[in-house]
């Protein structure tokens, strides 16, 4: 499965995705931008880093749209074919989100704990900044002890990640993509 991840304005961004023998999935545009790693790209390495495999990205790899993107009208597909695609979709997205258990809640929880913690080593202390870092500490105490151990364990993984991708990310002309192939973090193309 390719991710695309569009820049695809000054301050806004798109996705795409590519699966085998699936329906091609977009979101435009996509949720929380950042000018240095946008949000849907942390949830990508993070889910990569632990092995979710019902994360948002492990359920769109499975067949689903993680309930909230769209399958892509091309010229390819016939209005009606088009529309019976985009309800299979849907139907095997919400099959998939309430088979997820805990990963779906863990892929939340885990990206906001190494978003705030990245962050945290190179943006400037304040207000706003320590709030995020109690409510983190907070989040992390909500964890299993195996969970926090797992978390502790891709820390490194997933910072190199985050720096390598940020870089790419911030350099990237708007109209250009950055692409990741599931599971891996390193881009393609």
Do not use: C, N
Request: proline share 5%.
């Amino acid at each position: 499965m390719k991710v695309h991840f569009i820049r695809s304005g000054e301050r806004r961004y798109s996705m795409r995705i590519e699966r085998a023998r699936l329906p091609v999935l977009v979101m435009d545009p996509a949720p929380g931008f950042d000018r240095d790693l946008p949000h849907d790209m942390v949830h990508f390495v993070v889910e990569a880093a632990l092995g979710l495999g019902t994360g948002v990205f492990g359920q769109i790899a499975a067949g689903g749209d993680a309930g909230s993107f769209h399958v892509e009208a091309d010229g390819a597909l016939s209005a009606k074919e088009r529309q019976r695609a985009a309800r299979k979709q849907v139907a095997k997205g919400v099959k998939l989100i309430r088979a997820q258990g805990r990963e779906g809640e863990l892929s939340e929880l885990a990206a906001f704990l190494f978003d705030i913690a990245w962050r945290s080593r190179s943006r400037p202390d304040s207000a706003a900044q320590r709030a995020a870092l109690g409510e983190a500490g907070r989040t992390r105490a909500s964890l299993s002890a195996d969970e926090r151990a797992r978390i502790d364990a891709a820390k490194p993984r997933v910072f190199a990640d985050f720096e390598r991708l940020s870089k790419a990310w911030r350099a990237l002309p708007v109209g250009d993509a950055l692409i990741l192939e599931w599971p891996s973090a390193q881009p393609i193309g």
